[in-house]
């Protein structure tokens, strides 16, 4: 049940997700941020970044993450930079030095509706091209609180802000065009910002303030659902053009390992199809049993899917990644991603972790087989999880070796 809902559906009935209230709990006087925030005021450089709470929707809480530092903070909000280099401590110091200042949209979500100044400034922020100077005077003293979503990455703690200044700044020119362009829909307009490379963090940031769009249209996104929107958005657009290349021509293997997560994607000599399955270890983030393995998955057939995957953001971003590898080869497989979490992971850290974790594992050379039970025989020893565990939630993996492909037949 805490793997399907991770905290954001009240599955078990309780008003506070008992799992992220634990770990608070055990983080309280054990991980507090080096920074100091004994302050109602804070002068520092955001990398930039930006939040939006999605509590009391639509009139949620905006404004900027910033840091009680100044000169090149970037790091502290660029997790395509953290994978392997960054220990499960060091995001924890990155995101908790980040302070959010908060802002209520009194008049909806609409941007055309805006004209509180610290709710615009906050927009014109994620234009930034590098880390901009910033002055936040805050209503009340900030606190330690670290904040922790299974979405989103963590940061420090909040308050409401009494006034915000932005200091100069050179603005992304990328970012920039489509800022300015409401005559450009959204989809569109992130696929733009994509194929000229730009970063995912900043894209979803973007499209978070309503900066895509067509004028009237534009609406402030909370962060947990533009992260997942913009996983999704592109990880479709690259799937339905790889549906027009020719199969991979063997079964490969992928891996990859990083904050006690072992990852295996097993790609297939096939038309598109995908799955994910997770499997968290006991007492790991979504696992507070202390004895047994929680196991769940979700998949799409060559049509995609009409539903929301239930296991949440993780399966777009892993979906994102393997259609992204696939483009890049101009060529078309079946893609099974098989996630361990094993008892190092102990808090949630933001679904990047599954997007950058399968970049990365695709990014190695892999094990190539001419068969599905090779391939499988090789799963069977790489994974700690039994294979018939796997095989006991997996429609991909149970799908008969006999099955034959219509392009064999000629």
């Known amino acids: 049940m805490c793997l399907r809902c991770r905290g954001t559906k009240k599955l078990c009935?309780?008003?506070?997700?008992?799992?992220?209230?634990?770990?608070?709990?055990?983080?309280?006087?054990?991980?507090?941020?080096?920074?100091?925030?004994?302050?109602?005021?804070?002068?520092?450089?955001?990398?930039?970044?930006?939040?939006?709470?999605?509590?009391?929707?639509?009139?949620?809480?905006?404004?900027?993450?910033?840091?009680?530092?100044?000169?090149?903070?970037s790091i502290l909000s660029t997790p395509e930079r953290w994978f392997g280099n960054a220990k499960m401590d060091d995001i924890i110091e990155y995101r908790s030095k980040l302070a959010r200042g908060k802002k209520r949209l009194k008049n909806g979500i609409e941007i055309k509706k805006q004209s509180d100044k610290e709710v615009n400034l906050t927009r014109i922020l994620t234009l930034s091209k590098k880390s901009a100077e910033t002055e936040v005077k805050f209503r009340k003293k900030l606190s330690e609180t670290i904040r922790f979503d299974n979405k989103s990455q963590p940061h420090g703690p909040s308050s409401e802000i009494n006034s915000f200044r932005l200091g100069s700044m050179s603005t992304h020119k990328n970012l920039d065009k489509v800022f300015y362009d409401d005559d450009l829909k959204s989809e569109p307009a992130v696929m733009k910002l994509y194929k000229k490379d730009v970063k995912i963090s900043r894209i979803q940031d973007l499209f978070m303030i309503g900066g895509t769009g067509l004028k009237d249209n534009r609406k402030f996104v909370p962060t947990r659902w533009s992260i997942t929107a913009i996983d999704e958005i592109i990880g479709r657009n690259l799937r339905e053009k790889v549906k027009r290349y020719r199969p991979i021509d063997s079964y490969e293997v992928y891996s990859a390992k990083y904050l006690d997560n072992r990852w295996i994607i097993l790609l297939i000599p096939s038309i598109w199809k995908y799955e994910s399955i997770e499997a968290f270890y006991p007492e790991t983030t979504w696992n507070p049993s202390k004895n047994s393995i929680a196991i769940y998955g979700d998949y799409e057939q060559i049509e995609g899917r009409s539903s929301y995957a239930s296991i949440g953001g993780c399966y777009y971003s892993a979906r994102l990644a393997v259609a992204e590898k696939l483009e890049q080869r101009k060529r078309q497989a079946g893609a099974i991603v098989l996630r361990e979490a094993h008892p190092g992971y102990i808090l949630p850290v933001g679904v990047w972790n599954v997007r950058e974790a399968v970049r990365n594992a695709l990014s190695t050379d892999p094990r190539k087989f001419d068969n599905k039970v090779q391939a499988l025989s090789y799963l069977s020893k790489e994974l700690d999880l039994s294979l018939k565990e796997w095989k006991s939630v997996s429609e991909l993996l149970t799908e008969k070796v006999s099955q034959k492909r219509i392009d064999e037949f000629f």
């Open 13 to 73: 009935g309780k008003p506070r997700c008992p799992v992220i209230a634990k770990f608070y709990s055990k983080l309280e006087g054990e991980k507090k941020s080096k920074a100091s925030f004994d302050t109602d005021f804070i002068d520092g450089y955001s990398p930039p970044s930006v939040f939006i709470g999605r509590h009391n929707y639509p009139n949620v809480n905006v404004g900027p993450l910033v840091p009680p530092e100044k000169g090149d903070t």
